[in-house]
């Protein structure tokens, strides 16, 4: 079945410009992750969706991040002002409601701030 | 989640079983083994996970020692694809938002 998408795979923009990245996940999954990834760094939470619950935004950097998610299904990660230290893989996971240990993750966006 | 113990890295021969090992010598009772792989430019890519019984699916074998301090995971014909850091976690089922990997073990296949 299908798995998690993103979109873009890589996104290339200058400092100051605002980005949006999309993420589609698996069918029937409530819950949904924004992590990011530095070069050889371990992932770092971003954000979490669970159902029609507030998102938990705790790990948001600042806030120039923001995210949604319409209908339950597609979300999307909104970088305002990007700075070159965002640069970085930007990965979406998903889960079913009461699994979040098991997490499914799309291919990621990479991200580059020049 | 229980601290888990993994080797940094193993290699092992194209077309032979890959076995990695952890330890997870303070898991709970509640605490459910799960195995996580990430490939060079990929995100993490769940693999399987289990309680105290042995699983199996499409992709790899779970087995967990009678008291359950460790596992192993075996991929029973390992491929060059293979090649990643492979993570063991300890947690419960519905743990929290966010995953957190340690050290893991870099697995490389070898031709």
């Known amino acids: 079945g299908a798995g998690v998408s993103q979109s873009p795979s890589n996104k290339v923009t200058e400092k100051g410009k605002d980005v949006e990245l999309r993420c589609d996940p698996i069918s029937g999954h409530t819950a949904l992750y924004w992590y990011r990834q530095s070069l050889g760094q371990g992932l770092e939470f971003l954000i979490y969706f669970q159902g029609n619950s507030a998102p938990d935004k705790s790990g948001l950097p600042s806030d120039r991040f923001s995210a949604e998610r319409t209908g339950g299904s597609v979300s999307t990660l909104t970088i305002q002002r990007t700075q070159q230290e965002d640069s970085a893989v930007y990965l979406c996971?998903?889960?079913?409601?009461?699994?979040?240990?098991?997490?499914?993750f799309g291919p990621g966006t990479r991200l580059t701030v020049l | 989640d229980a601290k888990t113990t993994q080797p940094p890295s193993m290699d092992c021969a194209e077309g032979r079983a890959a076995n990695l090992p952890c330890n997870h010598s303070t898991i709970s009772g509640n605490e459910y083994v799960y195995w996580y792989r990430q490939i060079h430019s990929q995100g993490p890519q769940y693999i399987i996970h289990g309680l105290k019984n042995n699983e199996t699916n499409e992709m790899a074998s779970l087995i967990i020692t009678e008291d359950r301090k460790s596992s192993t995971l075996i991929l029973p014909h390992a491929t060059l694809r293979d090649t990643a850091v492979y993570y063991c976690i300890v947690r419960e089922p519905n743990a929290g938002n966010m995953l957190t990997f340690g050290g893991g073990t870099r697995l490389m296949v070898k031709p």
């Open positions: 996971a998903s889960s079913l409601a009461h699994e979040s240990s098991t997490q499914y």
